[in-house]
């Protein structure tokens, strides 16, 4: 790669991560391409050339929040620890997303919709999409392949399907739950403190050897 082509590089790096920035902290809603262009130090026709419509820039941010979250995911999988034990830790950095008082990753996925149209449109961003969501998929595959070596797991499951199911799952309703409003009369017996746990409790029980 050409040093003019890192720069390129850098420069689409630097935009996602402030864009990634102003969309947790203000809402996708609120943050025109005007505000990144301007939190990041370029010319706005600059920022269309690299991402023509905002919704590219949101996908792009997207997939940089999973990447961090692939490699939280990562640290907790190369420990050693039983593959039981990585699974508690994985439930709880999820649950522990919902400690911020803002919600901010909560409300940015509520906000986030890929569809079909801009996946056809943009074939590239769609596989940067698919490819990032991969990578935390590879790991997750490992994990469940510590899980067949160690025994921690129960050897009756199919655990690649198992561990891909209770995360996908999980970190939705962790999300959702999170925003949810209920009557005042089942606040306290909905609380998401009180869901997340017993649904951290039913994938645990269920996975034991």
């Known amino acids: 790669m050409s040093k003019r082509e890192k720069q390129k590089q850098q420069r689409r790096q630097n935009i996602i991560q402030i864009a ?14 005007q505000d990144v262009a301007d939190a990041a130090g370029v010319g706005i026709a600059t920022l269309f050339r690299y991402f ?38 994985i439930l709880d950095y999820y649950i522990n997303a919902t400690n911020d008082p803002q919600l901010r990753l909560a ?8 569809n079909e149209k801009l996946a056809a449109e943009s074939t590239e961003q769609y596989a940067e999409y698919l490819f990032a969501r991969s990578r935390l998929a590879s790991i997750l595959f490992t994990l469940a392949e510590q899980g067949k070596q160690d025994s921690s797991l129960r050897p009756d499951v199919d655990l ?28 306290m017996l909905l609380s998401t ?9 039913v994938f645990l029980c269920y996975i034991q050897p």
Do not use: C, R, W
């Open 107 to 114: 409300k940015f996925f509520e906000s986030f919709d890929l």
């Open 193 to 201: 403190d009180k869901q997340l746990a017993m649904m951290k409790d």
């Open 160 to 187: 690649d399907v198992f561990i891909m199911t209770m995360v996908q799952n999980f970190s939705l309703f962790t999300y959702k739950s999170s925003l949810a409003i209920h009557d005042t009369n089942l606040t």
């Open 52 to 89: 023509p419509k905002k919704e590219y820039l949101v996908i792009a941010a997207s997939n940089a929040i999973t990447d961090e979250m692939a490699k939280y995911i990562g640290q907790i999988v190369e420990q050693t620890i039983t593959a039981y034990e990585k699974i508690e830790q």
């Open 20 to 33: 990634k920035d102003l969309f947790l902290e203000q809402g996708v809603k609120n943050i025109q391409m």
